[in-house]
């Protein structure tokens, strides 16, 4: 049976507004449908704000009417209240400021724009970006938090022992209100124990290898498992290893990961497994990697091809990958034929705009943009017929919900693809 704290009651009951009480409500009935016994202090949220495609089933013009319908589940309009958590939004569903380079029309803009308002009044942070933890998102080992970005859920659950879970978009904003979330999955220590061992017996180096490795342990690993990834020869950084949660999280979800020797619950291999034998022991070799790298690039196109449109930076680009795109497009220019996109954070932006690396990008023709990516808006370029990503992520779900050729490689190959025109097969 769950326990209220005297606090959580009193806000349940009313005492500290009507929006809180409604959250409270909701993260109450979400606990009991999991069978909590008690409720985890939520310090930090990363909340999918802006005018997402799904609101529109609503029908309405009524920001108001929207977001407590949708995001609250109540028919009555509620009031706005400051979040008790502190804020941060995730991907929308526009480049805010650059939105007439993506397609998008001034009242597309206009109605998004009122969505941001409306949460920037109740103390959102409107960063607009599924790499929160480079942005100031930053929960530390222990503190229970709340996200809508996978990957993100992920790295912060393995890198720095956060406790989060992969919830709803609408529990999200419940626990941004209320302050609270079920004590359940993550949140209990005993729950993130490694479950099943993946031994690397191949080098992982360039983010390329980690997104191949991301999307080759997702592919093999069971629904609601945790792999412990074992035997790494070189030391990831933080720029290449996102590519490895956020492959993951695409072909299999996990929320937590053990990576021997840089996990902070995974110092070593028995640690990591909680003293238990593993469910199971799966080798990774260079073949496997393969594997899922043809599965990324299968079209019927086996020539080279033009491409029409090329997409990177899945999850958002850092400081870091922008200076060595700027350096690979320095003095260059973008074909023609093709349109690039190199996407990031807003204020990862606004530092490449110090630096001069969005100047030196965009004198070769390529396009910088912000606040979220073909998947998130659901926008390419019109009569885009081939498209080609640095992303496993991209790649996989782009593949089967557009009418279009899908191609998959590394960040120098979609470079000098995009400058050539040509996709060399």
């Known amino acids: 049976m769950l326990r209220l704290t005297d606090y959580e009651q009193e806000m349940l009951n009313g005492k500290y507004g009507k929006l809180k009480e409604c959250a409270l409500k909701k993260i109450v009935e979400y606990a009991n449908a ?25 029908k309405s013009d009524n920001v108001e009417e929207i977001i407590s319908q949708m995001q609250y589940c109540s028919d009555e309009l509620l009031p ?19 939105y007439s380079k993506m397609g998008v029309t001034n009242e597309e803009a206009r109605k998004n ?15 607009g970006t599924c790499v929160p933890y480079m942005c100031g998102f930053i929960p530390l080992a222990g503190e229970h938090y709340v996200s809508s970005e996978s990957h993100a859920v992920t790295l912060m659950n393995s890198l720095w022992s956060a406790c989060g879970n992969s919830d709803g978009l609408e529990a999200g904003f419940w626990s941004a209100v209320c302050g609270r979330t079920p004590k359940w999955g993550n949140h209990i220590k005993e729950n993130r124990k ?30 609601h498992s945790i792999p412990v990834i074992n035997g790494l020869t070189t030391r990831p950084n933080i ?14 979800g996990p929320e937590m990961c053990h990576i021997v020797g840089i996990s902070p619950e995974a110092p070593d291999l028995e640690t990591a497994l909680g003293g238990k034998e593993p469910v199971s022991t799966i080798n990774i070799r260079a073949c496997d990697l393969q594997e899922s790298f043809e599965i ?23 400081i870091e990958e922008l200076r060595q795109i700027a350096n690979l497009l320095d003095g260059k220019k973008i074909s023609n034929n093709t349109v690039l996109h190199i996407w990031t954070a807003p204020p990862i932006k606004y530092t ?36 080609a990503f640095d992303s496993a992520k991209q790649a996989h779900y782009i593949k089967p919900n557009k009418n279009v050729e899908v191609y998959y490689g590394s960040i120098e190959k979609c470079i000098n693809s995009a400058i050539k025109g040509i996709w060399e097969v």
């Open 194 to 223: 490694g479950t099943h061992v993946f031994n690397i017996l191949c080098d992982i180096e360039s983010s390329m290898d980690w997104d191949l490795l991301g999307y080759t342990i997702g592919r093999k690993l069971p629904t």
């Open 352 to 387: 490449a705009d110090s630096c001069g690396y969005t100047e030196t990008i965009e004198n070769s023709g390529a396009i910088v943009l912000t606040g979220t990516c073909p998947l998130t808006s659901g926008k390419m370029p019109e009569n885009t017929k081939t498209v």
């Open 239 to 252: 720029f290449n290893i996102k590519y490895f949660f956020a492959a993951m999280a695409t072909t299999s």
């Open 296 to 318: 990324l690039n299968i079209n019927e196109n086996k020539n080279d091809t033009k491409i029409d449109y090329i997409s990177m930076g899945c999850p958002h680009y850092s």
């Open 34 to 58: 999991l069978n909590a016994e008690e409720l985890a202090e939520v310090t930090m949220a990363h909340i999918f704000c802006g005018n997402h495609g799904y609101l529109n089933v609503m």
């Open 113 to 127: 724009q009122e969505f941001l308002e409306y949460y920037k009044k109740q103390g959102a942070n409107i960063v």
């Open 80 to 98: 706005q209240e400051k979040f008790l958590a502190y804020a941060q939004s995730d991907c929308g569903p526009i480049d805010t400021i650059n």
